[in-house]
């Protein structure tokens, strides 16, 4: 008897939605469960209508009936549904719905409702049983209305069929049944025993059966209950009497011939097989197998279908491999014992093209020299196919537009000949491709390729890239350096291409070249032998020889001219001064001049000069002067000229000025490190009315000292003037060298890799540098180059890489001449001994013996090694090791071996057939040593059974085979012959045979060949008598009874059966099995061994489930005789988890749970009730810490071992708005190209708020302020939710340079929380505006000046000489950076005359370039073009008159052209120092720009990481690339420099413009 256990289950129930976010733990608040009393018993009968009166419910748990509905009175019944009610006006419990006792609690004896009566305030639980009473509503089932049964006509009186019995779901009296079985002759009924849980009914057999007679019996089992009223239940008995077997399978033929193309598909009908069995039933089912005397390769191709008889292809079918295949097939019947029948299927192979041609490669002849004549052989051909006839004729062809063509020489031998002439520097290598086809339909082709190599003949001179090289060294080179690297490529290969290098001896002055440079001869590197000095030699110019290594040797020349470059080793010098005055106390160098001067002179006299001169060029000979202080630090009255050593006045002379001045000049040059010399002049003050000695280079006024006045300005400003133009050149040369690197650079090229150098002059002075001779790529981070990202790799002009030539290898393979075939035949027996003389080969062939060494005359034989061999001594064929003629060709008619023979010198080729006879030396051979056969005792006389025959190896005669079998009296041997001419051997019976007299008959069959001697070859058949059966398997016992543990594991032994046979072989084999009795849930539980009758457990047993079960075996033995058996079992132990309402089906201790929760969670279980817990807050909660708490809620009950089960839970934490919107940084930099579109994109804001939900939700606006004059909405906005900041209107860099605003972020919790973010809009420059003339002196409109431009007129005297300074356009442009920087260019003059004027580029000063003649006109008109540096560049014109007057005339001065006077002193050196300031700060400026540039450079390669080598996206840098001291910028973007080798160059400069916010470490750029 089942006992349930019932109690409290807890639920729990989640909601979802808006009232989720709150905390959901604040519903788990049960303080107490106060528990109910007492427990009432009901019953009710089942099946009882809607209604029905169960008890009063609300009184006899003491319930009021008022309170009923306040206190929330309901049922709870888990499982039960709605079965009963409560009506609550009167507290009585009824019948709501159907009760089916049968559904609820099944064949158990107890049956109940557990109800739990559950009310609120104070809350209370009560807990009711209804017991449900069985009525007797189910009549006796059988498991269905007929049951089929099939019995042998055979089977012996009182055979016991066993019967399934009816089962009825009622209990105790109610499901007592009685049997009962129609009236018949046959059968009688064997009813169960009184033992009720043993359903054991059967059919008894009283009378033997005959199919003839009666084939299906009919007969009605019934059923009856003892409930009252009694029911019944009825199946229909449908008893089939089975035939027994007598007939064998019979096949329409004996032979069956069929044809089959090759390669047909797996599964390809062969043919379908037909027999035919007299019997019914499985006595007239044939199974079709193959014979046990078929061959392995006949059943590796072919599959037989057991039930069809179709025989279908299954292996590859080749004919090539058989020509045929011979399959035996027998049928066996199904019946007891079984019988057979046997034929033959013959099955020819039609061959197919299915073999592609073969093609080997006999000879090659490689290298093909590139003067080789036309007919050469390069290489012979052999071709070959497997197939047959048109299948195996094959054809070959060559790769079309070669120099190259096939020749037949003999039946599929071809030679591949030299069509036309080679050139090796065209095509070094020919990839031939030859085509073999066949004749088959569709056709069939093979390839071969073969790599012809041209070789090398010396036809090519080494040439060099250029003609010619610059190159460039520093003067003072150590002794031995690398100056630079020549290289020529010669065309050929090899030791044609070896090219070795040499000086052209020339004499240099007194002295031989080759005192000062040297080459090496392998690698072209060129060599200072000793240090250059620029003063004494600035140009080396000589010649490079290249030479191969070819016979003859060839070669060419190529000129270096190598510029010697300046470095500052020379100080400067002091020119003669007049009157010089040796001073105590003067440096090394220096000088002394006494001059003597007025005391009446102005401000800006130049009262003497200090002139010096420096040995270098460039920068390094560029002088300044400097005036040193004077003891005492008194301020000195005079200065110095820091270009020119003017000394001039500082201010009006007066008494208190000592009369003699002594000024220390200190002269000092540009180099590195700068080199110095002093001079002393001596200054004597005198009153105004003595009359000064004028210097050499001062200035005074008198009525024709304008002439002398000029040329002194020009004297002094040319060394200025020069510097200027040189650095601006090689400013502009820097500009359009960087602009052809990055055009030159393929858009698609991204990484850094090697490539061609380029030659960058870097020095501002005009200096030449170079690297060492290497590709440098620059790449930028992101995108394509970008305009404003310039790089500079100074290396050796015109150089490129050396490429090495590679040759394509071909097969060495020996030469060959002009090919002739012929053919010889020969024969040879097989198997003969080492050394036997086949024939005189050579002779055969026309050959002579003493060219048969030097012809290296050889056999090939494809496959067949080394079996044949030739004495070269002789000219003799012989075997050299054994030959089997069946190894060879297996069992073909004809067998010979294909050689081939070939020579050298010219090349030939002839085949020999060696034909291979046969001899007898095969013996006749079975399969096996021994044949089984099994015959039944029952077989008839005449039976046949077939043999297996013998093979030979042998051929003809040698392989016709005969038989005899030795004398008995049982078995005579019969042979025949079918349309095949094949043996066909069986074993005929001709007396019957007696298991128990003989068991076995010992036989030897014989087969003979028709060959000289005689061969055999015997077998051994060994006969097996099969006995009958007719004893059936029995058990030791009917019923076994047996008890097992329920939850056993699966595999557990329950019993192990035993039956046993009277019979022998096959006839005792028994098999068990379930019987057709067992229900399937019992199969489900249990599994039985069929060969050894173990029963063993395979599913979960379960005593609630079920406590009884009962197992029907049946024991088969070859003749399907059968023998009952059952078993039945009863379990008891704890296996029941507790589930997750917290309750255990166990009983006892193993029902007891306890429950726990998962460890450190802010939750604890509280025990409220007997098997009842609740959940409750532990401890405060932080969503933004954890948002979700998985729990585990583990029940664990008191059983041994206890037994555990977990139910999870998943708590979520609703969230708060505590937690602001936050932006990544407090203030954002946004770079805005002016004049952009209205509405366009600018910047993206973006904050993120740690909340969920409408907590996270961010909305974006502005902090609306003024700006100017105007609101700032007016020229930006917001997008609320995206955060995407637009610019409203077109801005304008002239009007506003930047626009700082804060964008405000909002969440959308209750109270909202926000933050605010500072954007910096920098609107960058465009060139949007030309430049500007500023108004002129004494403007002059001139017709058609175009818009923008104006008019200077300007006198000029004729006596000015070259450099003088005339006029100056001025102009400004409105924008900024290099659309600011303005440039001046004179326009040609109409007619294409020479101007005597220029203007200067960055000043717009216009100067004469010579001095003025008679024939200059008078009126000089000027255009000058004022142009920015923008993109598009824009411009203005302005034109200048100069008016050109006699020397002795007044002109009206410029404001830059200095004129002599009387009284001009002071202005003149005023206009002197007007003139120059504006070079002196051009100077100062480019200087500070390449110091600038140089420090930077350092920095940026010095702060590179080593290890990063790839180009990406970072910060912009600062850099000032602009020659006047302008800024430009890029997009706020980092550029990255890498190198395509090693580590970064320090000659390697990058500039990557941006805004100037003073660059800090991180912001440099790595190169």
């Excluded at 050149?729 to 060298?737: A, G, I």
């Excluded at 310039?790 to 090919?819: H, W």
């Excluded at 904050?1247 to 100017?1268: H, I, K, M, P, T």
Aim: proline fraction near 6%.
């Amino acid at each position: 008897m089942k006992t349930n256990h019932c109690g409290l289950e807890m639920e729990f129930s989640w909601g979802s939605g808006q009232e989720s976010r709150r905390l959901l733990l604040s519903l788990l608040f049960l303080a107490a469960w106060k528990a109910g009393s007492g427990q009432v018993h009901y019953s009710v009968p089942e099946e009882a209508k809607r209604g029905t009166f169960v008890g009063r419910i609300a009184q006899d748990l003491g319930l009021e009936l008022a309170e009923l509905v306040p206190r929330l009175f309901r049922l709870a019944s888990k499982g039960h549904g709605d079965l009963l009610e409560v009506n609550l006006q009167d507290g009585i419990l009824f019948v709501n719905s159907r009760i089916d006792r049968e559904e609820l609690c099944g064949r158990s004896a107890e049956c109940s409702i557990h109800l739990e009566v559950i009310v609120d305030r104070p809350l209370q639980v009560f807990h009711v049983e209804v017991e449900v009473k069985d009525i007797n509503d189910n009549p006796p089932l059988f498991p269905g209305t007929q049951k089929n049964l099939f019995m042998a006509e055979s089977r012996p009186i009182n055979s016991r069929i066993p019967l399934e019995g009816a089962s009825d779901a009622d209990i105790r009296a109610n499901a007592m049944l009685t049997y009962t079985l129609s009236p018949n002759e046959y059968f009688s009924l064997d009813k169960p025993s009184e033992d009720e849980r043993v359903k054991h009914l059967g059919l008894m057999l009283r009378k033997p059966l005959d199919r003839e007679q009666s084939p299906e019996l009919h007969l009605l089992l019934t059923a009856t209950d003892r409930g009252k009223p009694e029911l019944t239940g009825t199946v229909q008995l449908l008893i089939k009497v089975l035939d027994a077997n007598d007939n064998a399978p019979a096949f329409d033929k004996t032979l069956y011939a069929v044809k089959l193309p090759e390669n047909v598909p797996h599964g390809t009908l062969v043919m379908k097989l037909n027999a035919s069995d007299l019997d019914e039933g499985s006595n007239a089912d044939i199974i079709y197998s193959f014979s046990t005397d078929i061959l392995p390769n006949v059943e590796s191709k072919f599959y037989l279908d057991p039930i069809t008889g179709e025989i279908m292809v299954k292996g590859y079918i080749d004919f090539e491999e058989s020509k045929s295949y011979e399959i035996l097939v027998e049928g066996i019947d199904k019946g007891q014992p079984p019988l057979s029948g046997h034929c033959t299927v013959m099955v020819e192979v039609e061959d197919t093209n299915d073999n592609v041609p073969v093609m080997e490669f006999k000879s090659l002849s490689l290298p093909v020299r590139e003067d080789a004549p036309l007919g050469t052989v390069i290489a012979l051909i052999s071709v070959s196919d497997r197939d047959s006839g048109a299948n195996g004729q094959v054809t070959c062809s060559l790769t079309p537009q070669v120099p190259f063509k096939l020749v037949s020489t003999f039946k599929n031998y071809y030679s591949l000949v030299l069509d036309s002439a080679l050139d090796r520097e065209s095509v070094a290598n020919y990839a031939l491709v030859v085509t073999a086809r066949d004749g088959g339909s569709p056709s069939l082709s093979a390839t071969a390729s073969v790599s012809v190599e041209v070789a090398d003949v010396n036809d090519n001179a080494p040439a060099f890239a250029q003609p010619e090289y610059t190159v460039f060294v520093k003067e003072n080179n150590p002794p031995g350096c690398h100056i630079f690297t020549v290289s020529a490529r010669d065309a050929d290969a090899q030791e044609n291409a070896l090219v070795s290098y040499s000086l052209v001896e020339r004499r240099v002055g007194e002295r031989a070249l080759s005192s000062y440079v040297s080459v090496h001869a392998e690698s072209g590197k060129v060599y200072a032998l000793q240090p250059l000095d620029h003063e004494e030699l600035e140009l080396l110019q000589f010649q490079v020889s290249a030479r191969d290594a070819g016979v003859p040797p060839l070669g060419s020349n190529v000129t270096l001219q190598v510029f010697v470059l300046d470095e500052n080793d020379n100080a400067p010098a002091l020119l003669p001064l007049p009157l010089p005055l040796p001073l105590p106390g003067a440096r090394g160098g220096g000088g002394a001049l006494s001059e003597p001067v007025s005391r009446a002179v102005g401000a800006g006299h130049v009262v003497a000069k200090v002139r010096a001169v420096d040995a270098d060029s460039g920068y390094n000979a560029w002088l300044s002067y400097e005036l040193q202080p004077a003891a005492g630090g008194a301020r000195s009255p005079f200065r110095v000229a820091l270009y020119t050593g003017e000394i001039s006045t500082t201010r009006a002379l007066d008494e208190a000025d000592a009369p003699r001045q002594r000024l220390l000049v200190l002269v000092k040059d540009h180099g590195e490190p700068a080199l110095t010399a002093t001079a002393t002049v001596l200054l004597s003050l005198v009153e105004s009315g003595q009359a000064p000695r004028p210097s050499s280079r001062v200035l005074a006024g008198g009525a024709g000292a304008g002439a002398g006045a000029g040329a002194a300005l020009v004297d002094v400003n040319v060394y200025l003037i020069v510097a200027i133009c040189a650095v601006s050149s090689l400013l502009v040369l820097t500009l359009l060298l960087s602009t052809a690197l990055r055009c030159s650079a393929p858009p698609s090229e991204g990484a850094c890799g090697p490539g061609k150098p380029t030659l960058v002059c870097s020095s501002a002075v005009g200096s030449w540098s170079y690297s060492q001779q290497r590709r440098q790529r620059v790449c930028s981070g992101e995108g394509p180059p970008k305009a404003d990202l310039m790089a500079f790799s100074p290396s050796v002009p015109d150089s490129r890489d050396i490429e090495d030539l590679q040759s394509a290898t071909g097969d060495s393979l020996s030469k060959s001449g002009s090919p002739r075939a012929a053919r010889s035949a020969t024969r040879s027996r097989r198997r003969t001994k080492h050394g036997t003389f086949v024939g005189r080969i050579a002779q055969d062939l026309g050959l002579e013996l003493a060219e048969l060494v030097p012809r290296l005359f050889r056999l090939a034989s494809k496959g067949h090694g080394n079996l044949l061999e030739v004495n070269l001594q002789n000219g003799i064929l012989f075997v050299n090791s054994r030959i089997d003629r069946e190894e060879l060709c297996g069992r073909s008619a004809e067998c010979s071996i294909h050689l081939e023979v070939i020579v050298d010198r010219p090349l030939q080729v002839f085949h020999v057939e060696v034909e291979v006879k046969d001899i007898n030396d095969n013996a006749p051979r079975f399969f096996r040593q021994e044949q089984r056969l099994f015959i039944l005792e029952s077989r008839i006389v005449d039976s046949r059974f077939p043999l297996e025959g013998a093979s030979d190896m042998d051929v003809g005669a040698n392989a016709e085979l005969r038989y005899k079998l030795n004398p008995n009296e049982y078995f005579d041997l019969d042979v025949k012959a079918n349309e095949e001419e094949t043996n066909i051997l069986e074993l005929v019976l001709k007396k019957a045979v007696d298991r128990e007299e003989i068991q076995e008959h010992l036989l030897l069959l014989t087969a003979i060949d028709g060959g000289k001697p005689e061969l055999t070859g015997t077998v051994q058949l060994l006969i097996n008598v099969l006995d009958a059966n007719d004893n059936a398997p029995k058990f030791d016992k009917s019923i076994y009874n047996i008890r097992l543990l329920e939850n056993a594991p699966n595999g557990t032994l329950v019993i192990k059966l035993n039956a046993s046979d009277a019979d022998e072989g096959i006839n005792k084999e028994i098999v068990y099995l379930f019987s057709n009795l067992v229900l399937d849930n019992v199969k489900s539980k249990f599994i039985i061994d069929s060969n050894s009758g173990e029963i063993t457990v395979k599913g979960e047993l379960d005593y609630e489930d079920c406590n009884l079960y009962e197992i029907n075996i049946d024991a088969r033995d070859g003749h399907n005789l059968h023998i009952p058996a059952g078993a039945r079992g009863r379990f008891s132990r704890n296996h029941h988890r507790p589930d997750q309402s917290v309750s255990d089906r166990d009983s006892g201790a193993n029902g007891q749970v306890t429950c726990s929760l998962t460890p450190q969670v802010p939750f604890k279980l509280v025990s409220t009730f007997k098997n009842y817990y609740s959940l409750v807050l532990d401890s405060a909660l932080d969503r933004e810490s954890v948002a979700n708490y998985a729990l585990v809620v583990t029940a664990r009950d008191g059983g041994s071992p206890s037994l555990s089960a977990t139910a999870s839970v998943s708590v979520e934490v609703a969230d708060v708005n505590d937690n602001a919107p936050a932006f990544a940084q407090p203030e954002y930099t946004v770079f805005v190209k002016e004049n952009n579109p209205p509405g366009c994109h600018i910047f993206t804001v973006s904050a993120r708020d740690a909340d969920a939900q409408e907590n996270a939700l961010v909305s974006y606006s502005l902090v609306e302020r003024r700006v100017g004059e105007r609101a700032l909405s007016s020229y930006v906005s917001v997008h609320a939710e995206s955060g995407k900041v637009y610019a409203l209107q077109p801005l304008d860099h002239e009007e506003l340079e930047l626009l700082q605003f804060q964008v405000s972020a909002r969440d959308a919790g209750v109270p909202p929380l926000g933050s605010n973010v500072t954007l910096q809009v920098f609107v960058l420059d465009e060139n949007d505006n030309a430049p500007a003339l500023l108004p002129l002196p004494l403007p002059l409109p001139l017709p058609g000046a175009r818009g923008g431009g104006g008019a200077l007129s300007e006198p000029v005297s004729r006596a000015v000489g070259a450099g003088h300074v005339v006029a100056k356009v001025r102009a400004v442009d409105a924008d900024s950076g290099y659309n600011a920087w303005l440039s001046y260019e004179l326009q040609p003059a109409a007619g294409g005359a020479r101007s005597p004027f220029r203007v200067a580029l960055y000043t717009g000063e216009i100067s004469t370039t010579r001095a003025l003649d008679e024939a200059d006109a008078p009126r000089q008109r000027l255009l000058v073009l004022v142009k920015d540096h923008g993109e598009p560049a824009l411009t203005a014109t302005a034109t200048v008159l100069l008016s050109l007057v006699e020397s002795g005339q007044a002109p009206r001065p410029s404001s830059r052209v200095l004129a002599g006077g009387a009284g001009a002193g002071a202005g003149a050196g005023a206009a002197l120092v007007d003139v120059n300031v504006y070079l002196i700060v051009a100077i100062c400026a480019v200087s500070s720009l390449l110091v600038l540039t140089l420090l930077l450079s350092t920095a940026l390669r010095c702060s590179a990481p080593p290890s990063e080598g790839a180009c990406g996206p970072g910060k912009p840098t600062l850099v000032c690339s602009s020659a006047v001291g302008s800024w430009s910028y890029s997009q706020q973007r980092r550029q990255r420099v890498c190198s395509g080798e090693g580590p970064p160059k320090a000659d390697l400069m990058a500039f990557s413009p941006s805004l100037p916010h003073g660059p800090s470490s991180a912001d440099i750029v790595s190169v």
